[in-house]
């Protein structure tokens, strides 16, 4: 069975085509700067085609077109047809409290899609269109929307709740949603099938750190608390997001500013974090190489970064009443050793130790991190958002 993954941005459309029985990967491809000049194709698959190349896309429907074209082109011998795709599954970013597991895109699906824009106005629309133009130009395939926000959608009122005007979350949904769902929801099912302990009972940090960072408090394969709030904003300082801060800043900087010349959102989401606290760069690896060289700022911003890490993962414990296993995933979670190092070593209290020799050799594979007489397992598991998307619209349909 071939399943089509798709993740559809503001100017890009990235997609996976998956054989589900084997969970591999028989084609893949971008296509960049969606209607702006100079846009770019990229694609691999298993007849050993490498494309990259100027194309024009003037809209997603040239995006998806060509997508199709090429991987119905009888030289590569991927497809004979469309209909040897069962499903697609679409990435949607935000399901507010509309979506708590994957859905089948219709109608009336879609309008609620829409009614989350006002929380994810970059992502959604563009999320939507992608879901359009395939029903469009692949009709009679079943399209399913995955939502980042779905899998978060388990926490009680007291995890998700803001301590503001009731009224803003009975007339506006103003609460926590949590992100990178699919990503947790991988790492923490892979963690189940790999610790020793699992089950109802089974208490799961999962950490997905990356450009954008977030954790997860996970019991028995529901998530009871995350760190990102109603936007990827909150939680854990990120590569250039400035995460959890006293929200007086917000009226402080924007008078600082003046109102009308900076935008606080903008600096905010773009200007902190360690890029903005190092002013170095938002990526590990420099700041790594800057602080090795005497860099302070740049070693107060990994520090930082560790300390957060450490006092949510603290308050995770408290709020699973203890922890089984933690997992580090995602860009940095799953190559940054250094930085694994020091969080557990923080965290040795606990009876909590780490394997060194394990730890430091471990890089973007499934491993378990953790010595053997440690009190909490620690794993390092690469996250999978679009095998991840691929299994849970096969799920949703009831393909398997
Ligand atoms: P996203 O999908 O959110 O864009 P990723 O999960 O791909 O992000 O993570 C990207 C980040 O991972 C980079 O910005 C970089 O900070 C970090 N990263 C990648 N490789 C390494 C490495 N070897 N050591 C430290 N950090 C790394």
Same mark, same amino acid.
């Given at each position: 069975m071939k399943i089509l993954v798709i993740n559809s941005g503001s100017s890009s459309l990235k997609y996976q085509l998956f054989n589900y029985e084997e969970k591999t990967v028989i084609a893949k491809g971008l296509c960049e700067r969606i209607g702006i000049p100079n846009s770019n194709f990229k694609h691999e698959d298993a007849s050993g085609r490498d494309i990259n190349e100027g194309r024009s896309f003037e809209s997603h429907s040239d995006a998806v077109r060509t997508m199709i074209d090429t991987l119905l082109d009888p030289e590569a011998a991927?497809?004979?047809? =469309?209909? +040897?795709?069962a499903a697609v599954g679409h990435r949607i970013v935000h399901g507010g409290p509309y979506f708590s597991k994957p859905t089948v895109m219709t109608q009336s699906s879609k309008d609620a899609v829409r009614k989350c824009f006002p929380w994810s106005p970059l992502h959604n629309p563009a999320n939507l269109t992608g879901v359009e133009v395939c029903e469009k130009l692949m009709p009679g395939i079943p399209q399913v929307g995955v939502f980042d926000t779905a899998f978060h959608q388990t926490m009680p009122p007291k995890a998700y709740? %803001?301590? =503001?005007? %009731?009224r803003y979350y009975e007339?506006?949904?103003?609460?926590r949603y949590g992100f990178h769902g699919t990503s947790h929801a991988y790492v923490a099912r892979r963690a189940a099938e790999m610790t020793k302990c699992g089950g109802d009972e089974h208490r799961l940090i999962t950490c997905h750190l990356g450009n954008g960072s977030s954790f997860a408090a996970i019991k028995g394969g529901k998530c009871v608390d995350t760190s990102m709030g109603l936007t990827p904003l909150e939680g854990i300082m990120m590569g250039t997001r400035c995460g959890?801060? +006293?929200?007086?800043i917000v009226t402080f900087i924007a008078k600082l500013e003046g109102d009308e010349n900076k935008d606080v959102d903008y600096i905010m989401n773009n200007e902190s974090g360690v890029r903005g606290v190092s002013?170095?760069?938002?990526?590990f690896r420099d700041l790594h190489a800057a602080a090795s060289k005497g860099n302070e700022r740049a070693k107060l911003a990994l520090d930082m970064f560790c300390y957060q890490a450490v006092r949510i993962i603290g308050s995770y414990i408290a709020a699973l009443g203890g922890v089984d296993s933690i997992v580090f995933t995602a860009g940095i979670g799953e190559n940054d050793a250094a930085l694994r190092k020091v969080v557990c070593d923080d965290l040795n209290f606990l009876g909590l130790k780490i394997d060194e020799e394990i730890n430091a050799s471990t890089h973007g594979k499934e491993v378990k991190i953790s010595a053997d007489d440690s009190s909490v397992e620690v794993f390092v598991i690469p996250t999978n958002e679009e095998l991840s998307i691929a299994i849970q619209t096969v799920e949703v349909l009831g393909l398997a």
């Amino acid at each position: 069975m071939k399943i089509l993954v798709i993740n559809s941005g503001s100017s890009s459309l990235k997609y996976q085509l998956f054989n589900y029985e084997e969970k591999t990967v028989i084609a893949k491809g971008l296509c960049e700067r969606i209607g702006i000049p100079n846009s770019n194709f990229k694609h691999e698959d298993a007849s050993g085609r490498d494309i990259n190349e100027g194309r024009s896309f003037e809209s997603h429907s040239d995006a998806v077109r060509t997508m199709i074209d090429t991987l119905l082109d009888p030289e590569a011998a991927i497809l004979e047809s =469309l209909e +040897d795709i069962a499903a697609v599954g679409h990435r949607i970013v935000h399901g507010g409290p509309y979506f708590s597991k994957p859905t089948v895109m219709t109608q009336s699906s879609k309008d609620a899609v829409r009614k989350c824009f006002p929380w994810s106005p970059l992502h959604n629309p563009a999320n939507l269109t992608g879901v359009e133009v395939c029903e469009k130009l692949m009709p009679g395939i079943p399209q399913v929307g995955v939502f980042d926000t779905a899998f978060h959608q388990t926490m009680p009122p007291k995890a998700y709740m %803001y301590g =503001l005007p %009731y009224r803003y979350y009975e007339e506006h949904n103003v609460r926590r949603y949590g992100f990178h769902g699919t990503s947790h929801a991988y790492v923490a099912r892979r963690a189940a099938e790999m610790t020793k302990c699992g089950g109802d009972e089974h208490r799961l940090i999962t950490c997905h750190l990356g450009n954008g960072s977030s954790f997860a408090a996970i019991k028995g394969g529901k998530c009871v608390d995350t760190s990102m709030g109603l936007t990827p904003l909150e939680g854990i300082m990120m590569g250039t997001r400035c995460g959890s801060i +006293d929200p007086a800043i917000v009226t402080f900087i924007a008078k600082l500013e003046g109102d009308e010349n900076k935008d606080v959102d903008y600096i905010m989401n773009n200007e902190s974090g360690v890029r903005g606290v190092s002013g170095v760069s938002s990526d590990f690896r420099d700041l790594h190489a800057a602080a090795s060289k005497g860099n302070e700022r740049a070693k107060l911003a990994l520090d930082m970064f560790c300390y957060q890490a450490v006092r949510i993962i603290g308050s995770y414990i408290a709020a699973l009443g203890g922890v089984d296993s933690i997992v580090f995933t995602a860009g940095i979670g799953e190559n940054d050793a250094a930085l694994r190092k020091v969080v557990c070593d923080d965290l040795n209290f606990l009876g909590l130790k780490i394997d060194e020799e394990i730890n430091a050799s471990t890089h973007g594979k499934e491993v378990k991190i953790s010595a053997d007489d440690s009190s909490v397992e620690v794993f390092v598991i690469p996250t999978n958002e679009e095998l991840s998307i691929a299994i849970q619209t096969v799920e949703v349909l009831g393909l398997a």
